[in-house]
Each structure stands twice: as structure tokens, then as C-alpha cells.
């Protein structure tokens, strides 16, 4: 669970990517080929560089537009990775991953009721003795935190910014995609439940998680 959080405009290009497939391979510490799901994976940008290293993966993400970027990238990239279409509380793999990961803030779109069914698939989707790894952001960290977000595709063509606000446990999210080439402009605006470490850590045994340890940044720091 890391809780690595951006200041706004932070450059999140390809360096950093690799600085986080390196800290999910790291952690996960699982063997080559092993089988792992990118729950909401975006653009694809941590689950195409896994598949580079030899994991098997598969992308789910419910952003038809995410998904369309991942498959060009995976393509020019010369990788095999099964995207999924897909909310993740529709998931029905039953026992198939090694390892699922959830990154770049990408948990609690829904009531709270939901959000724990959303930990119930995952924790069925894993093999025993699977891993879940989430990228989390904590909401006593970010009551006193700036907490927007970057991320500029290695390409350069395409920017993806999240603006946050906090209130009452809601983090309210501005999303704008913006292709640099054309200029055009995606906007998306939803809340998002920011839950403590302490209410996590209920929520994951609650659904027969446990866990294993906490960081609070990319370079394993706990």
C-alpha cells in the first residue's frame, strides 16, 4: 500500500514509471511469468512495462479511451496483454492472479458498501498466497498535503491531470486528458471515498485480506 503523492504539475513521465514498476516488482517479489491484473490500468503505462519484464498481465479499466491508448502503446511496444473493459465491481476471475495491483489513486468511486465488494472480487480473483498491491491516497495525509497530480505520457502527446479536494473524507477529482497534438480535452469530475490507514487495514481483513506492509513512497520507505 504506498501513498506516494505528487505536487501539482509534477512531471509523472516515463522515469517515474519506471520508478514504480520497479517498486511493484520489488514488493510483489514474484517469480517471472507470474500472472497479475492492472486493476484500472489507464494507459496502460505500469502493465505494459511488466509485460516487458516477462509477468503475464492483464489490463482492466472501465475508461474505453484508457483502454484505446494502452492497446496502440502494447502494439508499438510489441507486448501481450489481454485489456478488459470493465467496472471493477463487475470483476468474476475466480483464483487466476498471482498478484493484483491498483495504482495512481484508482480505489474508492463508490459508497463504501461497494467499494468493500470491490476488495471481495479482488481478494477472489487471487490464487492463495496472491498479493494485492494498492497505491493509495490517505486521507490524514492529505488533509495537510497538496495532493493534484500529473502525468505527462512518455510520448509527449498525451496529459492527464487530477485536481483534489477534500471534504468531510470526499475527495472530490478533476480529471482533464488533454492530446497535445490536437488539443483536445477530456474533462471528468467525480468523488472519491479517502479512507485512513486504520480504516484500510479493517476493510482489507474485513474481505480476508491481511496486510503485509506499508510504504509511503516509490523508494520503499515505510
Known amino acids: 500500500m504506498t501513498q506516494e503523492l505528487f505536487g501539482d504539475l509534477k512531471s509523472y513521465s516515463l522515469a517515474g514509471t519506471e520508478q514504480e514498476v520497479r517498486f511493484i516488482a520489488n514488493v510483489l517479489n514474484l ?31 472501465a475508461t474505453p479511451a484508457f483502454l484505446e491508448i494502452a492497446r496502440q502503446k502494447a502494439a508499438e511496444e510489441n507486448v501481450n496483454i489481454a485489456f478488459q473493459s470493465s467496472d471493477m465491481r463487475k470483476l468474476d476471475y475466480i483464483e487466476q492472479f498471482d498478484a493484483v495491483i491498483n495504482m495512481f489513486a484508482a480505489y474508492g468511486y463508490f459508497t463504501d458498501e461497494e467499494n468493500l465488494q ?26 495537510h498535503n497538496n ?24 475527495a472530490t477529482l478533476k480529471r482533464q486528458l488533454m492530446n497535445q497534438v490536437t488539443g483536445e480535452k ?37
Open 147 to 170: 495532493i493534484n497530480r500529473y502525468w505527462r505520457h512518455p510520448s509527449g502527446e498525451y496529459v492527464l491531470s487530477y485536481k483534489v479536494e477534500l471534504q468531510q473524507g470526499l
Open 118 to 143: 470491490v476488495l471481495e472480487l479482488i481478494n477472489k480473483s487471487l490464487r492463495p498466497g496472491g498479493l494485492f498491491l494498492i497505491d493509495l491516497l490517505n486521507r490524514d495525509w492529505m488533509a
Open 31 to 61: 517469480p517471472l511469468a507470474s500472472d497479475m491484473m492492472d486493476l484500472y490500468c489507464g494507459y496502460g503505462r505500469h502493465a505494459i512495462e511488466l509485460a516487458k519484464m516477462g509477468y503475464q498481465v492483464v489490463g482492466v479499466d
Open 186 to 222: 477530456k474533462q471528468y469530475e467525480f468523488a472519491l471515498r479517502a479512507y485512513s490507514l486504520a480504516e484500510m487495514t479493517a476493510n482489507l481483513e474485513h474481505c480476508g485480506l491481511k496486510v503485509i506492509k506499508t510504504y509511503s513512497g516509490f523508494d520503499e520507505r515505510p
